[in-house]
């Protein structure tokens, strides 16, 4: 067959071009299990999953695929995607490009490293909704009529497809008829119904994605990056309490007694005049309500590491405190009770006094976990600025590695840290203050070391 010269001349320069770029391969499967295909053959942990491949399960079916930007897509069961585009530049992130289609079914997507620096050309489509990403990580339900989508952590941005959004377009579609859905917003989901281009946001009124079809319960939880709020609720001031003194005036003094007899006195004397004493009622006041201790901390592994049994049952936990964040094999929880309240003014320095931490090597599809510790902590809260700047070492197999974090103090004492976009020994930081012992701090974080090793831990401060 003869190949036209210019033809040639265009492809061999658009393969110089691309050379820096990943055009082909979205990732690998490194999990698999029940009824789960690949391109119409047996999915297998290793195997390529490539620009335009064919994801599919049955009843009893689940994949994993971690793409080559360290994200993630799970397929969970009944469910039918395809990666419709794949292509990532690192050197010109304005030209990357990742499409997603999800069929039908349940499908959870987590950004990774170049979807976070090129979103506005990330799509996820399904068969009636197109969805971009605020560096996200959320779960999908999709048949040929309805689409749900609820966020674990960052936000998206659903649209309708209309005459502002089509399905072959790239990137959010974000015009007035598209809405927005943050972490934030605990048990709220959108829902796009065929043929209407504007969401709805709801609560509590329909399954969401985790209803249709639950995740196993090996499925990695959810990593909070930054600002943004994991499984967090809203931020709330301190309650007020209103006056519980009542004072009862209702009661009128009783009617004096009748006079007594006049006695009569010679006739230059004049009877005395007799004035019934004063009855004032009494004041009632009621018992007030005790007062309620402050909120105070939850914190430590809720699976086991390296044969250690979980610190935390999460089942039992929920039931009495309300998770804050979950961070690798961390959860943090706060008690019930008055809400801390920063104060306004000043700084407080804290010591390290207690940590758990785990190094973590990645070598292809195979992890190695290893123990570590933690010293030379420090960490200070500016309570006028409203920051907070922390660091450590952490130490596994001989080698020390030092760590810093930055970030945001909410009004009541959470601590948000800045996204560590990236960057190695920056941790990713989620925390909260209470007065416990004249002044507590506990944070879980996590953080890359280098191309193949990272670190998860939590870390427990003292004033």
């Given amino acids: 067959m003869l190949r036209h010269p210019m033809r040639h001349l265009f492809l061999t320069s658009a393969f110089l071009i691309s050379s820096c770029a990943w055009a082909d391969d979205a990732g690998k499967i490194i999990f698999a299990a029940g009824n789960s295909q690949l391109d119409g053959q047996a999915a297998v942990v290793g195997a390529t999953v490539r620009e335009g491949a064919v994801v599919s399960t049955g009843a009893d079916g689940f994949v994993y695929v971690k793409t080559l930007d360290n994200g993630l897509f799970i397929l969970r069961p009944n469910s039918e995607a395809r990666v419709v585009t794949y292509h990532v530049d690192q050197a010109n992130p304005q030209n990357t490009r990742v499409k997603f289609e999800l069929v039908k079914g349940v499908a959870r997507a987590r950004s990774g490293d170049a979807v976070k ?38 936000g998206v941005v659903v649209s309708g497809f209309g005459e502002g959004c089509r399905p072959e ?22 829902r796009v119904q065929k043929g209407k281009a504007a969401p709805e946001v709801l ?14 319960t090996d499925e990695p939880v959810a990593h909070a990056a930054g600002g943004s709020a994991i499984a967090t609720g809203p931020n709330l001031d301190a309650k007020k309490s209103d006056s519980l003194v009542a004072v009862t005036t209702a009661n009128q003094p009783p009617p004096p007694p009748k006079d007594n007899p006049v006695v009569v006195a010679p006739p230059v004397s004049e009877p005395p005049i007799i004035v019934p004493p004063v009855l004032v009622p009494p004041v009632i006041v009621p018992n007030p309500e005790p007062l309620q201790p402050e909120r105070g901390i939850v914190w430590g592994r809720w699976q086991s590491v390296l044969g250690q049994v979980p610190q935390i049952n999460m089942l039992v936990e929920n039931k009495r405190s309300e998770l804050l964040a979950t961070n690798g094999n961390f959860a943090l929880y706060q008690t019930p009770g008055r809400e801390y309240v920063a104060p306004e003014r000043g700084s407080m320095g804290f010591k390290l006094a207690q940590s758990d931490v785990y190094m973590y090597t990645d070598y292809g599809t195979r992890r190695i976990e290893s123990p570590a510790s933690m010293s030379n902590g420090k960490l200070t809260v500016d309570f ?55 002044g507590t701090a506990v944070y ?20």
């Fill in 117 to 154: 620096q090129a979103r506005q050309n990330f799509r996820f489509n399904t068969p009636v909704a197109a969805i971009g990403v605020r560096g996200t990580d959320f779960t999908v339900f999709t048949d040929n009529v309805t689409t749900r989508v609820t966020v674990l952590t960052g």
């Fill in 169 to 190: 377009g790239a990137g959010p579609c974000e015009g007035g008829a598209s809405r927005e859905l943050f972490a934030a917003q605990k048990g709220q989901l959108l």
């Fill in 203 to 216: 609560r509590g009124s329909e399954p969401a994605p985790d209803e249709v079809a639950p995740p196993r």
């Fill in 384 to 438: 006028g600025a409203r920051s907070f700047v922390t660091s450590a070492d952490v130490t596994s197999m001989k080698e020390t590695f030092g760590l810093q974090a930055q970030g945001v103090l909410g009004k009541n004492g959470r601590l948000y840290g800045d996204d560590p976009a990236g960057r190695t020994n920056v941790m990713n930081v989620q925390g909260l203050l209470s007065n416990e012992q004249n």
């Fill in 444 to 463: 879980i974080f996590d953080a890359r070391l280098d191309k193949n090793r990272t670190v998860n831990g939590a870390a427990l401060w003292r004033h």
